[in-house]
């Protein structure tokens, strides 16, 4: 056994040492301080590995007994119980100050040549030392970018796991809502079809709006409150009186012409805003005379866009400013303060584009009180003139205007929408005079126009096995506004 003693100022540099001199797998024996310096005794992996080896006569190296259970126990020991043979596997432990191992009791079998590794005591001293020892400069540094990347590390662990288990609870409450809407409209198809079979004056009402283009939704919603013990006929006059109890217009328009004020006509472009505005101050004209009228325009983008107002204008004896920004609103509103009706057309904007909240902003913002006027065109679709209130809703409309009602297949596409988002209709427009073809809002009519329009394709606009499925679709919206029954 050759036991070398190695001595450095740092535990780091005896180490060092150590591997230089007995390599990698040398086997420390103890450490300690000594003279400012680090002592450590350490052996070879070779002499290590010697220390494990039985002499050769010695009991350790005798081989293992057999033991068989199945036999008799000897005389004389018939108080002692054999015990099977308990394979115990050793590994010779060294402290600091012992040159050899303990032996082994006789009675243990011999064991395979292990390596002998240093104690648990040895190492800490080592690990306690190697920390109490004045570390260099750049070992310092290198200790703190060590720091400081783990914990960079452990941050970007968690926050990975904080934004799976988003991600997992996301995918989770999307299947839950998939899982309740197909249970819903599976639920909801049973349900209608029940009531067709039972209550086929339903199914014929039903298909009267839908025909009508009024949305699933409102359908479901009335034929759920229909009364009870009615036929198709009364049934479908019991909606239309409903219907028109809950469109709103304006009964007089001496509350618009002779009240006054300052109005803007919005809405997408091509819904007839201009036309409008035109129609409006020839009535106005006609009623206080053109002194007390004043056009504003702000489309400044298409090209001979105002020169169509200027033309109404000439026509009419009135003048017409051009504004640009709110800027200019606001001063061309200060100098017609003094006039009796302002009429502003707007320029048109798709509901989809970020415009309309900047134009809804330069409106509020003028430092007037600007009533907005929405212009809805009965030719588009139930879902594009949804978007269209949305995106103009701001803080409130002072009304609506029907525009194409002559060129609209159904109507009741924008009666639906107008019914559900409480907008006050004011009038509706069916051509391109001016000013004839501008009438106010009559709702008994217009509920009425509604259903005759499509009269020809109750029956044969879906069939009988395509009710149920079309009504568990027509699930009450969230914007469903509340519907006074009467």
């Not at 390599?23 to 450490?31: E, K, M, R, T």
């Not at 006039?339 to 900047?358: A, F, N, P, Y």
């Not at 009602?405 to 509706?428: C, P």
């Not at 217009?446 to 149920?468: G, H, M, S, W």
Request: aromatic letters at 4%; charged letters at 20%; hydrophobic letters at 45%.
């Amino acid at each position: 056994m050759n036991v070398k003693k190695f001595t450095a100022p740092t535990s780091r540099e005896a180490l060092r040492k150590v591997r230089e001199s007995l390599g990698p797998d040398a086997v420390i024996l103890s450490n300690r301080q000594a003279d400012g310096g680090v002592e450590i005794l350490a052996l070879a992996n070779d002499d290590a590995a010697s220390l494990a080896m039985p002499a050769p006569h010695s009991p350790m190296a005798e081989p293992a007994p057999s033991l068989d259970l199945s036999t008799a126990v000897p005389q004389g020991r018939a108080d002692q119980r054999q015990e099977p043979r308990l394979e115990q596997r050793m590994e010779p432990r060294f402290e600091s100050n012992t040159p050899a191992p303990t032996p082994a009791p006789a009675a243990l079998p011999a064991q395979p040549v292990r390596r002998v590794v240093a104690s648990a005591a040895s190492f800490a001293s080592v690990t306690k030392a190697a920390a109490a020892a004045p570390a260099p400069a750049p070992v310092q540094a290198q200790a703190a970018l060590d720091v400081d990347q783990i914990a960079a590390m452990v941050s970007a662990a968690i926050a990975s796991a904080k934004q799976n288990a988003a991600a997992e609870m996301q995918g989770m409450m999307s299947e839950i809502r998939a899982m309740r809407g197909m249970m819903e409209t599976q639920l909801a198809e049973i349900s209608w079809g029940t009531t067709q079979a039972r209550e086929p004056q339903k199914a014929a009402v039903l298909r009267e709006m839908l025909a009508a283009g009024f949305s699933a939704s409102l359908a479901r919603y009335l034929i759920e409150k229909l009364p009870a013990n009615r036929d198709a006929a009364d049934s479908l006059r019991w909606i239309k009186n409903v219907l028109t109890r809950n469109l709103q217009t304006m009964a007089n328009e001496d509350a618009l012409i002779e009240q006054g004020g300052v109005f803007a006509l919005v809405g997408p472009t091509g819904v007839g805003k201009t036309t409008s505005t035109a129609k409006l101050a020839a009535r106005c004209v006609m009623r206080h005379g053109p002194d007390k009228l004043a056009l504003i325009t702000t489309d400044a983008y298409r090209i001979g866009a105002h020169e169509q107002l200027r033309i109404y204008g000439k026509i009419l004896g009135v003048m017409v400013h051009s504004v640009k920004d709110e800027a200019d609103l606001r001063i061309a509103l200060k100098e017609l303060k003094n006039k009796h009706t302002v009429l502003i057309d707007t320029v048109g904007v798709s509901q989809r584009d970020q415009m309309v909240t900047e134009q809804v902003s330069m409106l509020q913002g003028a430092g007037s009180d600007v009533k907005r006027l929405l212009c809805l065109n009965a030719t588009a679709t139930q879902e594009t003139l949804n978007e269209v209130v949305r995106a103009y809703q701001g803080s409130g409309l002072a009304g609506c205007i029907m525009t194409k009602l002559d060129e609209a297949a159904a109507i009741g596409n924008v009666l639906d929408v107008v019914i559900r988002q409480k907008l006050n209709l004011f009038y509706v427009s069916n051509g391109q005079r001016v000013p004839e073809d501008l009438h106010l809002a009559d709702p008994a009519y217009l509920i009425d126009r509604a259903f005759k329009l499509k009269r020809d394709v109750v029956n044969t606009q879906y069939l009988d096995a395509e009710l149920p499925l079309l009504m568990s679709n027509g699930q009450h919206e969230q914007a469903m506004r509340e519907v006074h029954l009467g």
